[in-house]
């Protein structure tokens, strides 16, 4: 199934939390390489998820094979030449914060209303469940809570990312692509939507800086156009109350995301346990 590959026959052209990029040096395809400690499961379903949303014409590179060096397992996809991601743009571009930022919020809504293939994608919640309920680092009462709360939600079948922010949009200034498509479901919108509200105003600036080349000003200004354009907000009451909304997504997605990061191992996090506790009692620390 996996093909084997020489990295010598590409160059790094990019990092992210769980994977570095290489380019193939004559420019046609790009490897997408996971880090040590993720299993090849995580890498099939990936190119797995990605190749159904190609297929279903969603706008994302061609997947083309699974490949190895050996060491590490991943995918390759098409090159999309003189792409950027909006991050990118905006980083350089600080006057493309807003338009950019209205882009992307319709290109949200664009997705989340297409209809899923529900025998081809899975449920969000069904995607996050196993996660919660069998990782190591989570405590007994709050794995609890977080499934409580999981049960309430409901699921729309329309079209969500997974992993929802301006890193896994590019575009060559024509056409404009989704990427990173491992966790591509169905479901709330807000699924989507919170990922962006904890990054504006709970990850740290060096994280921020990192990942998406922003300061913690930039993406909270990201953060409110996004959410008053995409939900057609006009009031400071109506975004606190959008915010409020969005805190149990955000609780559980945020332990998804350790649960997956660790591999389901290791000592709870108590932090961001009490983080997450907040959230679901409607509280924001620092905000409200």
């Known amino acids: 199934m996996y093909q084997q590959i020489n990295l010598d026959d590409y160059l790094q052209s990019g990092e992210g939390g769980q994977a570095l990029t290489y380019t193939r040096k004559d420019g046609n395809t790009m490897a997408k390489m996971f880090q040590y400690g993720l299993g090849s499961e995580t890498v099939e379903r990936e190119f797995r998820i990605s190749k159904a949303v190609y297929d279903a014409g969603i706008p994302c590179p061609k997947p083309i094979r699974l490949v190895t060096d050996g060491e590490h397992f991943g995918a390759e996809y098409e090159v999309i030449a003189n792409k950027r991601s ?64 999981l049960d309430g939600i409901p699921s729309p079948k329309t079209c969500l990312h997974g992993d929802f922010h301006i890193g896994n949009i590019i575009t060559n200034g024509e056409k404009d ?48 156009l996004l959410v008053k354009s995409y939900y057609g907000i006009q009031t400071q009451e109506e975004l606190r109350a959008c915010e409020k909304d969005m805190l149990k997504y955000t609780a559980i997605k945020l332990m998804f995301n350790l649960c997956k990061r660790r591999n389901g191992q290791g000592e709870p996090n108590l932090r961001l346990e009490g983080l997450g506790n907040a959230f679901l009692s409607g509280m924001a620390p620092g905000l409200f």
């Open 86 to 149: 909006f991050t990118r743009i905006i980083s350089q571009e600080p006057e493309q914060l807003e338009p950019l930022t209205l882009k992307f919020a319709q290109l949200g809504r664009q997705l989340h209303s297409i209809p899923a293939n529900t025998d081809v994608f899975p449920d969000m919640k069904d995607v996050i469940r196993p996660w919660i309920e069998k990782s190591a680092c989570i405590t007994e009462p709050y794995r609890g809570r977080l499934l409580q709360t």
């Open 177 to 224: 692509y989704w990427i990173d498509l491992g966790d591509f479901a169905y479901g709330a919108p807000e699924w989507d939507l919170s990922t962006n509200f904890y990054l504006a105003f709970y990850l740290s600036p060096e994280l921020l800086d990192n990942l998406f080349h922003l300061d913690s000003a930039t993406f909270r200004k990201h953060w409110t």
